[in-house]
């Protein structure tokens, strides 16, 4: 939409022109399935009465001045126009069922349709710029919600946020939803800071350097240059086109706790990557056995908040404009590479490896650099080349991961209890794309892909399943021995 620019337009960030742009055009999916079924009235009541529409981005329209800047323009809510209520029953291809014959569906049947919807949703569905960039897709004959935000709006943390803010727990209508506690830094005394605590110092600031210029020269050979050898995974230039289909793993997170506490120092990251390292090694195995050489590397991309605080902010703090950890899209790009490995290792070596490659990373300012550059380049060349960057890194690398810590029990929205919550964006220049998110001590990851080159996504689901299951067997051998 293109008009006049008016005095209170706001301009978007470097980041959410980012993401407008044809290439990187990208839409985040949350699925949220109810316990009961929808009260289209009551939505839409919460709708109206939300800290969502309140929210200077949830009511804006997106339009471009004659010089083709894109502006944020507030603008009344048609709550109309942005609920989509589909009533028809749907089956595991995403078409509708005639209801006239009767039929029986499972959970898992469910489960498996709303996953087709959602990935057909991902390719072929952009949200219109006639309105505010979001919408909700509420399909009632299986007491599910699909809530569609523009990643122009703001990153993951910023939308479980305002989520967040908007649930109330299962068990208290009037309490917010209590998130994952954050670790207390311990401030230590003047005690023993000698020389050698100088030298641990001037030690540890060394490495922080060296690792920060490794993993930066890396980056940018990966935006320029360099690409991860073809697999059965691989995707590449104009494969964002391709059908989509999706499937879910589920995790207990005592499991993935167990595993944790089995190397010291480890974090619930590090056992998902060492996860995801196994689960793809045996999956590949499955697809080309005898092909790929041991030790070969496959890189994937992270998303990292950047934010002074970690983790889900307070809602209060993200619409300040003066606040550190302010709204909008605020998280840098590592890259997580993991090593193909044949069969019969030590599960537990997938999760050293990953804890070693992740605090080098940890140890590194590349999440900074990478949003810095970002910034920079749209600064100075404009989106075309930002865009250009980022859509070569994500067809040079291999798969993309995220992890979200979600509310400690189960919630409730609009007065419907929730029996879970997932998370996935619409597609990328990448075959595979994993999303993964916590709720109630259950953990749940997203895994898109494009079917003709990945055409058993339940497969792969499962080899992660396994691969965790293989770690926690191996935790409880040790621990008995």
């Excluded at 407008?20 to 109810?34: A, N, S, W």
């Excluded at 998130?179 to 605590?197: A, H, L, N, Q």
Aim: aromatic share 8%; hydrophobic share 40%; charged share 25%.
């Amino acid at each position: 939409m293109v008009c006049p620019e008016t005095s209170s337009d706001e301009p978007l960030t470097p980041a959410g022109r980012l993401f407008l742009q044809p290439e990187t055009d990208i839409v985040i999916h949350c699925i949220i399935r109810g316990k009961n079924p929808a009260d289209m009235d009551a939505i839409k009541s919460a709708i109206k009465s939300s800290l969502m529409v309140q929210h200077p981005r949830f009511c804006s329209l997106l339009v471009r001045d004659k010089n083709g800047f894109e502006h944020w323009r507030k603008t009344p809510i048609d709550i109309g126009q942005h609920v989509v209520v589909v009533n028809n029953r749907l089956d595991k291809s995403g078409n509708f069922i005639d209801q006239t014959q009767g039929s029986t569906t499972t959970e898992e049947d469910d489960e498996a349709a709303v996953n087709q919807y959602v990935a057909d949703l991902s390719v072929s569905s952009p949200l219109s710029t006639d309105k505010p960039l979001w919408e909700l897709h509420v399909l009632t004959a299986h007491k599910c919600a699909v809530f569609r935000i523009h990643h122009s709006l703001g990153d993951g943390i910023s939308l479980m946020s305002m989520l967040m803010a908007n649930c109330r727990r299962a068990d208290d209508a009037e309490a917010l939803p209590r998130m994952v506690p954050d670790k207390k830094t311990v401030i230590k005394g003047e005690k023993g800071r000698d020389w050698f605590w100088l030298f641990g110092v001037l030690w540890w600031f060394l490495k922080m350097v060296v690792f920060t210029l490794l993993f930066s020269m890396e980056f940018v050979l990966r935006s320029l240059l360099v690409s991860d050898e073809k697999t059965a995974i691989t995707g590449g230039d104009g494969v964002e086109l391709w059908p989509r289909k999706l499937a879910t793993a589920k995790f207990l997170l005592d499991d993935m706790k167990l595993i944790k506490r089995a190397v010291p120092d480890t974090t619930i990251n590090d056992v998902l990557l060492g996860m995801v390292s196994s689960g793809l090694s045996r999956y590949l195995d499955h697809r080309t056995p005898n092909v790929l050489h041991e030790g070969l590397r496959i890189t994937g991309v992270a998303m990292v908040n950047i934010r002074p605080q970690p983790g889900l902010q307070d809602l209060s703090k993200l619409m300040k404009s003066n606040t550190k950890a302010r709204w909008g899209n605020k998280f840098g790009v590592i890259l997580i590479p993991v090593y193909y490995h044949k069969g019969g290792n030590d599960p537990l070596e997938y999760l050293k490896r990953a804890k070693a490659i992740v605090d080098k990373k940890k140890h590194s300012l590349e999440a900074y650099f990478s949003y810095k550059i970002g910034d920079l380049v749209m600064s100075l060349l404009g989106p075309k080349y930002a865009c250009m960057l980022n859509y070569k890194l994500l067809c040079n690398t291999t798969f993309t991961l995220s992890n979200v810590a979600g509310p400690l029990e189960e919630i409730s929205l609009a007065g419907n209890p929730l029996s879970s919550i997932k998370v996935n964006t619409s597609s990328l220049p990448q075959a595979l794309t994993m999303h993964m998110l916590s709720y109630a001590g259950k953990a749940e990851m997203q895994i898109l892909v494009a079917k003709d080159i990945i055409p058993d996504p339940e497969f792969l689901a499962k080899c992660f399943e396994y691969a965790l299951l293989e770690m926690k067997e191996a935790v409880l051998r040790t621990n008995k021995a």
